[in-house]
């Protein structure tokens, strides 16, 4: 399945833009999107997942219209 | 218990924010104001970029303030924080708690900024003399 991936902060710069694309297999849990992120964008600093602006468990199931985001690091404030 | 949680692209008011919080039977208000250094690690900040995820930020907060209400006894909790640039010696963020005693608003409003530095999903790039760079983007 295609799924949607936002990029916020120096995830941004790295993907190079706000929303990407990938093709995972049905199935896929947070962790197996974030080792596949890892691989694909070996730049990114280490990450959280967010799905449906939720931080996603690691088993977590990822669904085709889930609202994915790259949460790097944050520092608000 | 009144909660006031604003992320916003206009300019923060200190004084709006305490008659707020000071309102009603309160016997104190305490403050966190940030600000915007204008230099840093001998850099010469012109101004910092804060890229929000606005629907998880304002859950996030939600989550934060409601913790907040539930271990201290407080009486009004303020969260304002900023979107987009901010120049160097503005004002990024602002909590403001009140509360009967002095413990219960300074925990509180501890709590809250630190949190609030390491959940919410705000980002920032320091925008200096000669380049940027997204701040502690890596820990």
């Not at chain 1, 049905?26 to 959280?48: H, I, Q, V």
């Amino acid at each position: 399945m295609i799924v949607k991936i936002l990029a916020f902060g120096i995830a941004k710069d790295i993907l190079g833009h706000r929303t990407v694309e990938l093709n995972l297999d049905d199935g896929s849990s947070a962790d197996d999107l974030r080792a596949m992120l890892k691989t694909k964008y070996s730049a990114l600093p280490e990450f959280m997942l967010a799905i449906n602006a939720e931080y996603a468990q690691d088993d977590q199931i990822i669904r085709r219209r889930d609202e994915i985001a790259i949460i790097p690091p944050t520092n608000g404030g | 218990m009144p909660v006031d949680i604003q992320i916003t692209k206009n300019n923060l008011d200190i004084k709006a924010a305490m008659a707020w919080a000071a309102s009603g039977n309160s016997g104190c208000v305490n403050i966190f104001i940030g600000r915007v250094r204008p230099s840093a690690n001998e850099r010469v900040v012109r101004y910092l970029e804060f890229e929000v995820y606005s629907n998880m930020a304002q859950k996030e907060l939600e989550k934060i303030t409601n913790t907040a209400i539930k271990s201290w006894n407080i009486d009004k909790l303020l969260v304002h924080h900023r979107e987009g640039k901010v120049d160097a010696g503005e004002i990024p963020v602002i909590i403001a708690v009140s509360a009967s005693h002095r413990r219960d608003a300074i925990e509180a409003c501890q709590y809250v900024i630190n949190t609030l530095k390491t959940t919410v999903p705000i980002w920032k790039k320091e925008v200096f003399e000669g380049g940027e760079e997204w701040v502690s983007a890596h820990p």
